[in-house]
RNA sequence: GCCCCCGUAGCUCAAUGGACAGAGCACCAGCCUUCUAAGCUGUUGGUUGUGCGUUCGAAUCGCACCGGGGGUACCA
């Protein structure tokens, strides 16, 4: 019995275990199987249960070590005498003699209930910097699993203008799709596009009657847009011109030759314009959905619903609805979901059945995922419901990612209708030429195509970085002044860094081929840099987890911080000896993981700027 | 009415139930004969919306309330 426990105990300290991810713990291994043991032992001795205690990592200190809180072991302890906290101290006390100083710790202290081991800082630094450039790239990259995810985000509608608003969809589902894959995960990138709808109809319409045979800009984001809103305010203002929307409808049910080809032609036109923000924004996609490819199919799936009795027909004069609290006995949970109109013609909910379908018939997934404004929740809950009651397995694989909206100051949202949209491409030039007049003021002599080159990079940054490091549950209101600001926590200041970085290692000659031994007296601002390297693997997987990009933009920039505290403090070409040679390897660990952080949250790393 | 999200420094936001709640912006005062000052240092700033509860320990978990936003049968 006591041997069993002993095993259990040992696997909680050690079953997470991964060699490639965590150098501290490649390194500790051992040796925390060895205290976690001697604690075991204690414990048993003493009467008490095992399993109490686990380890966290010590607050900053200037000091590396892990810490234990004995609160727990003390608080299940019947032989107690005082308050809890009390006893926790005694027990660290206790523990400290049994222990001892195993080897690779300098130190040992029991402080405030908590029991305090230090490793042996040279050793420590030297292991973590060695693992981080022998691994390069990879660090921070988890095991292959043989899981697979898709990712349904952007979902743009054609016809209409991408903009800032739609950004954090794109920004946020593309990091997303990068952190998943470093956690080891294979990754489909899924983008829906609305390709149907009265707001096609509607563009269509307006062009055959006051722009027809005109072709597209170069521009062709902007030039949609601004037949877009011209259409959409013919069709609120214009006398006359719904009707004329109406039967032009009517003409493309009834499957009109000439409107479906210019339907194809103004789609594609469309699907430039995006191509080219992808292109901008450095995302790529595995597969397209079309709407209009899971139109029929949609309605297919009505009448089986209604078939089995799912559904409840209420044509003509109501809709196609499923009543889900009533098939369930919940009340006021699902609500009534609504899923073909009353004149038969399908609506968002309709496609999103077969769409789903075709997602599991295609590929193996263990996860499906959307990401989808906060505001479809319900939605989504109705559609995962709905499937599941026709007896899909994988129903329950369904998640989705909400978020909260990008709306202006004032709660003012964004509509493509009343021009309060600000688009991507003005945000990028504006942003861009923000960034050159920096750039040439910073480093007149640099190349003026490695000038502007740097100023996009910086802009990019800067736009996306926003839209990633708040929670996807808050709501983040773009105004012209923040996002253009680019001092304090933004990601210029973290490629700020990153190029500090370089032109250290570019000084500096060669790469580094020897690793430092960090066979000194060690700053502050080292050891705080170390101790943030180390941690790129475990905020990868954190941030995987919850695919929340947020936690891994945080600690990009408290990297960043902790690397411009370091380059203040510490000299690296100047000094001399194994000093230099430790703080070159460091700069060139520190560089690796700041250009991974960058990798995942889908910003670009400028070498000057 | 019911459901979901948010509420932390003047503003924008952080904080696997763990040691003293931290950054940025703004304000004020310093630091470029030293690897890029898009940087660094220092000062100021808090009843974590309110009240109960769970816990050795709560910004974090539960319940109630207050305030803001969103959703709630033929938009997406």
């Known amino acids: 019995m006591a041997q069993r426990r002993l095993r259990k105990a040992e696997n909680k300290l050690v079953g997470c275990y991964n060699p490639v991810d965590k150098p501290e713990e490649t390194m500790f291994e051992d040796v925390k199987g060895q205290i976690a043991q001697r604690i075991d032992e204690f414990c048993l001795q003493n009467d008490l249960p095992t399993g109490k205690v686990e380890f966290r990592s010590i607050p900053f200190s200037g000091e590396w070590g892990m810490a234990a809180p ?28 049994v222990i001892g100083l195993p080897a690779g710790f300098t130190r040992a202290e029991a402080v405030k209930g908590y029991l305090n081991l230090y490793f042996d800082t040279a050793l420590y630094a030297a292991s973590v910097v060695e693992q981080i450039n022998s691994q390069g790239p990879r660090f921070g990259t988890a095991q292959p699993t043989d899981e697979t995810v898709m990712v349904e985000y952007s979902n743009p509608n054609t016809h209409k203008p991408l903009h800032v608003g739609h950004l954090r969809n794109v920004i946020l589902g593309g990091s997303v799709c990068n952190i998943l894959e470093a956690s080891g995960k294979t990754v489909i990138r899924a983008n829906y596009i609305g390709d149907i709808g009265l707001h096609v109809i509607k563009w269509m319409c307006n062009y055959e009657m006051y722009h027809a045979g005109e072709q597209p800009a170069a521009d062709e984001m902007r030039w949609m847009a601004d037949l877009y809103s011209e259409a959409d305010r013919r069709f609120h203002e214009q006398e006359g011109f719904e009707d004329e929307v109406r039967a032009y409808f009517a003409r493309w049910d009834a499957g009109d ?13 469309s699907m430039d314009g995006f191509a080219q923000v992808y292109e901008l ?57 609504v899923i073909l109109r009353s004149d038969g013609t399908s609506l968002y909910a309709t496609k999103e059945l077969p769409l789903a379908i075709m997602k599991f018939e295609e590929y193996e997934l263990d996860q499906s995922i959307y990401v989808i ?55 990028v030039r504006e942003a861009t030429q923000r960034a050159l007049d920096v750039v040439h003021e910073k480093n007149p002599e640099l190349d003026p195509a490695i000038m502007l080159d740097v100023a996009q990079k910086v802009a990019l940054g800067a ?6 490091s708040r929670e996807n549950t808050k709501i983040v209101t773009f105004d012209w002044e923040s996002a253009l600001d680019f001092n304090g926590q933004s990601a210029p200041y973290i490629q700020y860094a990153n190029v500090r970085a370089n032109s250290i290692l570019r000084r500096a000659g060669s790469q580094p081929q020897e690793q430092g031994a960090f066979n000194y007296t060690l700053e502050p601002s080292e050891v705080n840099l170390i101790e943030l390297l180390s941690k790129l693997p475990d905020e990868v997987s954190k941030s995987a987890k919850d695919f929340k990009p947020s936690t891994l933009a945080a600690y990009a920039y408290e990297l960043a911080k902790a690397f411009n505290d370091f380059y ?35 910003i670009q790393a400028p070498q000057v700027m």
């Open 373 to 427: 404004d906060v505001r479809q929740s319900l939605h989504m809950k109705q559609m995962r419901k709905i499937l599941e009651l026709m007896g899909y397995p994988w129903a329950t694989k369904i998640h989705h990612l909400a978020y909260e909206i990008v709306n202006l100051p004032g709660n003012v949202i964004m509509s493509s209708r009343d021009g309060t949209v600000v688009l991507l491409d003005d945000l």
């Open 463 to 468: 736009i996306k970085y926003p839209m990633i």
């Open 568 to 602: 203040n403090q510490c000299q690296v070409l100047k000094a001399e000896g194994e000093v230099r040679t430790s703080r070159l390897a460091l700069v060139h660990a520190a560089k690796v993981c700041l250009e991974k952080t960058f990798n995942l949250l889908g």
């Open 70 to 97: 004995l609160f727990p072991l003390a608080a299940a302890d019947t032989n107690k005498t005082g308050p809890v906290p009390q006893h926790a101290q005694f027990l660290a006390e206790k523990l400290k003699e």
């Open 257 to 269: 030759e000439h409107i479906h080809d210019l339907w194809l032609q103004t789609r594609q036109w």
């Open 281 to 337: 924004l450095g995302e790529h996609f595995d597969r397209i959905y079309f709407e209009s490819d899971v139109e029929d199919s949609g309605k297919e799936i009505v009448d089986r619903l209604i078939e089995s009795g799912i559904a409840t027909d209420g044509r003509p004069e109501n809709p196609v609805i499923v009543d889900i609290d009533a098939i369930l006995g919940t009340k006021e949970e699902y609500r009534v979901a």
